[in-house]
């Protein structure tokens, strides 16, 4: 059985990609098959028989997590100031 779900890529670890679900399921993939990742990128794992056989870069996703991010440590440093 094949299932496609949502992830992130949490760290690269012993030359693992270590991913969680948004279920907080974990998986892992070598990291030699995809160079360019890293931690905190959004992604969508591909599954069969519930272990993860590929990755894809969920590109928009990504960036759009990183405004969200750089908007709350900012409104963070802003309510420390005031």
Do not use: W
């Amino acid at each position: 059985m094949t299932e496609k779900v949502h992830a992130s890529l949490d760290r690269i670890e012993e030359g693992q990609l270590v991913c969680y679900t948004d279920d907080d399921r974990l998986f892992t993939l070598p990291a030699s098959a995809y160079p360019d990742l890293k931690g905190g990128e959004a992604v969508e794992l591909t599954l069969e028989n519930g272990r993860a056989v590929a990755l894809a870069l969920l590109a928009r996703e990504t960036e759009e997590n990183k405004k969200k991010a750089h908007a709350l440590f900012a409104a963070l440093l802003r309510k420390k100031k005031g």
